[in-house]
């Protein structure tokens, strides 16, 4: 089977690579600065003083003033504590955010938590590429809204939204601005006071920063009340001991943002190339992320119709390439991406999307191995993989002795749904500690919640010369679907754990 080995990681908007200045920086202040800010004696003045120096660097990077940061341990913690804030200050007296339904899950379901609560959401109105309709968002506002809440760019597809317009029409009518900026900061220029921004919410990890530290930006006179209550760190605006390292290196990745925004131009020409001969491979994609200009440089979202992509992605992954979906697995219901349904796809086109997200690091070189993967994938003759859909896996096949089904589920996925009989049940992140019990003579049929797994599992076990490897198309969610009565006869009966490390 054709394979090259090299990497390439296109999935930076789901995290980047700590970069080298940061690493050197959070590792002098794990060894040099381990005072706690607050005190007082000379050993924490230092730590305090990194402290103010990374709060004035972040404030600089994003034209905010120093005292405008808190820092968190997140960006879902400042999702968190922007809606809950003002959702309690304003209820019942006003009742209305007015949100995208394209935003990050750390926004959708903290809406959802507070609609629960008496809040009413109203999502605006988005175009095929999701991109607001500014015309319909300002009909919307009303004597109720006390909040717009609008990510700057979105995760998935990477669409922008002009949001210096959309505040100006919130500021009109008195209505705040709370903005996602997480996927922008590095990638765009990202000005808060040029954007009209009340609140905006970032993350370190996004910007080859560390991940557990994230920041919110609370314009100077805006209302704000805390999510955590305890000591008086961030001026009694967040409690917690400030995890200075991570603030530190924040503050290191911010330092290089304008660096990023040159090289971004770079990246944006590498994708365009990389779209035009994808185009040329199969000239049925559908690219899902709008025009340059109103796209993040680095982000692209592809439809590759009749391709599951979760087949597409584990043969990537086989070959080093690392990319995302979008999409939920290991979940209680087999979700496909409520931003690329909110602008229009069916669950079948969802399910054969994929996202491409870039660094500044990306090349010419790894682009064109990425298309020689792809080109290798979209064209070959056979699958070294088999697939096997819920309506092959009926009872002869379960039970047929050459079956062998190799369960990779994590312990609260089968809590959800007891395992397939005859089942083996072993672990997915340490599976490389089971293959000695995995009978060569047999053929493989490996079974996870959703059906993202479990192909990553079967390349894996055949690039260690397994011959007959399967897998569950849609996995144990689509299967119980499809066979419930089976499902209540046969579910969970002669299951068999492996053993990790042992012989078989
Ligand atoms: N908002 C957006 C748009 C994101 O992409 C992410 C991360 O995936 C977050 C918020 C959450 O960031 P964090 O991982 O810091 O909680």
Redesign the pocket.
């Known amino acids: 089977m054709f394979r090259l080995r090299r990497r390439v990681y296109l999935d930076n908007?789901?995290?980047t690579m700590v970069s080298h200045p940061v690493r050197k920086q959070m590792n002098y202040v794990l060894e040099h600065c381990y005072g706690n800010p607050s005190s007082l004696y000379k050993i924490a003045r230092n730590s305090a003083l990194i402290l103010q120096e990374s709060r004035e660097q972040i404030a600089h990077t994003i034209n905010a003033a120093p005292h405008e940061i808190i820092f968190t341990g997140?960006?879902?913690?400042a999702?968190n504590t922007i809606l809950k804030a003002l959702a309690e200050h304003h209820y019942p007296g006003k009742k209305k955010i007015i949100s995208t339904p394209i935003?990050?899950a750390?926004?959708m379901t903290t809406l959802e938590y507070l609609q629960t609560r008496g809040i009413t959401v109203e999502y605006c109105r988005i175009d095929e590429k999701g991109r607001v309709d500014i015309d319909a968002l300002e009909k919307q506002v009303d004597e109720q809204t006390f909040l717009i809440c609008i990510?700057l760019?979105?995760?998935e597809t990477g669409a922008l939204q002009d949001l210096a317009k959309i505040s100006g029409i919130a500021h009109n009518r008195d209505v705040p601005v709370m903005a996602?900026c997480?996927?922008a900061l590095g990638k765009i220029e990202v000005d808060v006071r040029r954007l009209g921004l009340d609140y905006a919410?970032f993350?370190?990890?996004?910007i080859h920063g560390p991940?557990g530290?994230?920041a919110l930006f609370v314009r100077e006179g805006r209302f704000f009340s805390p999510l955590i209550h305890g000591g008086h760190q961030e001026e009694g605006k967040r409690a917690g001991t400030e995890g200075l390292h991570n603030i530190a290196g924040f503050a290191a990745a911010c330092k290089d943002v304008d660096k990023m925004l040159v090289k971004s131009q770079k990246t944006r020409e590498l994708k365009e190339y990389f779209v035009d001969e994808l185009g040329k491979l199969k000239p049925g994609i559908v690219i899902n992320s709008p025009e340059a200009g109103q796209c993040l440089p680095n982000t692209v979202n592809i439809s590759f119709p009749g391709v599951s992509n979760a087949v597409f992605m584990a043969y990537l992954d086989y070959n080093g390439i690392a990319v995302s979906a979008g999409s939920a697995c290991n979940t209680q219901e087999d979700a496909p991406s409520h931003v690329l349904k909110a602008i229009g796809l069916t669950d079948e086109q969802a399910r054969q999307s994929i996202r491409f997200s870039l660094s500044t690091e990306i090349t010419l070189k790894d682009i064109t191995y990425v298309l020689k993967v792809i080109e290798d994938f979209l064209h070959r003759e056979k699958s070294p993989i088999s697939v096997v859909t819920p309506a092959q896996l009926n009872e002869n096949l379960l039970m047929d002795p050459r079956t062998y089904l190799l369960d990779i589920r994590f312990g609260y996925d089968r809590k959800i749904l007891s395992s397939l009989p005859n089942s083996h049940e072993a672990a997915f992140v340490t599976i490389h500690k089971y293959i000695d019990q995995i009978p060569r003579d047999k053929n493989i049929l490996v079974v996870c919640q959703a059906g993202y797994n479990s192909p990553i599992v079967s390349y894996y076990l055949k690039s260690k010369h397994f011959k007959n490897v399967g897998f569950l198309l849609g996995g144990m969610v689509a299967w119980r679907l499809l066979h419930p009565g089976l499902y209540k006869k046969l579910g969970g009966q002669n299951v068999e754990k492996l053993k990790a490390g042992g012989k078989r």
């Open positions: 908007n789901a995290t997140s960006a879902s913690e999702n935003e990050h750390s926004v990510m760019a979105n995760n996602d997480v996927q919410t993350s370190a990890h996004k991940k530290v994230g």
